[in-house]
């Protein structure tokens, strides 16, 4: 039985599943029932067998503003007891996007601002339309970076360009977000090259692409000849499983 949701809308085609953050008039701000729903669905599509790929979209104009300004508000003039479980829900959606055994997509579709950004770049990969931008703004509201963002920003622009972009807050645009290397397409047919992307992946062997995956996350601790090492195991591991054994 198929799980309802109030802010999203999850679909699933063959081995893939669509993830739409769906409260456009908010500009799919993460309020608390869609930080929920979000976190219910990921943990869903983990354990189903048959998902080898997770597109994570937005709908409307935006991919995701962030958290929603009323809530940030009454954040600020609060103690820290209240902020709390808010960091908590973001550790949890991050860790299990940055976890997650399948790959995990973004369709950056429109502006995504502060936690909503910082979801953009938790995903393994990111599309990126000709309209979106990414603004890690959370100094605007008087926070430190949150939901992972000064992990995930230095590790793929580099600590200079992650302070740059923490400290200031400033949007960058999809053609700078990809000088950056903080998307990996800017598509000029954005739904035909998401969905081919997606195709790609879904018809790869999912123990290759998580192999790989953790070679690459491996390789930020390892020196050169530690991944070598962990090549070499992780092929034995792809070789010892595939077809070829049989």
Not at 2 to 25: F, H, K, M, W
Not at 103 to 112: F, Q, R, T
Not at 224 to 234: G, K, V
Request: hydrophobic share 40%; charged share 25%.
């Amino acid at each position: 039985m198929a799980l309802e949701y109030e802010r999203l809308v999850v679909t699933t085609e063959g081995s893939q599943c669509r993830i739409l953050l769906n409260a456009p008039d908010t500009g799919n701000a993460l309020d608390e029932t869609m930080r929920q729903e979000l976190l219910q669905a990921l943990m869903s599509t983990q354990a189903d067998d048959g998902i080898r790929v997770v597109l994570l979209i937005g709908a409307g104009e935006e991919f995701c503003r962030g958290l929603p300004a009323g809530e940030l508000k009454s954040l600020s003039a609060s103690g820290f007891e209240r902020l709390r479980p808010l960091l908590d829900e973001g550790r949890r959606i991050i860790s299990l996007i940055d976890e997650f055994p399948k790959p995990v997509v973004c369709g950056l579709n429109g502006p995504a601002g502060g936690a909503g950004a910082a979801l953009a770049l938790a995903c393994d990969l990111r599309v990126a339309s000709r309209e979106a931008t990414l603004a890690l703004d959370f100094v605007r509201d008087s926070f430190a970076p949150a939901w992972g963002s000064s992990a995930t920003v230095a590790r793929l622009a580099g600590e200079g360009t992650a302070l740059d972009l923490l400290w200031t807050g400033r949007p960058v645009d999809a053609d700078e977000a990809k000088a950056l290397r903080l998307v990996e397409r800017v598509a000029r047919d954005f739904e035909g090259e998401v969905s081919s992307l997606c195709d790609s992946l879904a018809g790869t062997d999912p123990s290759l692409l998580h192999f790989t995956r953790m070679a690459i996350q491996s390789s930020h601790s390892c020196d050169l000849a530690e991944s070598l090492d962990l090549e070499a195991e992780i092929q034995h591991r792809n070789w010892r499983g595939s077809s070829r054994l049989h």
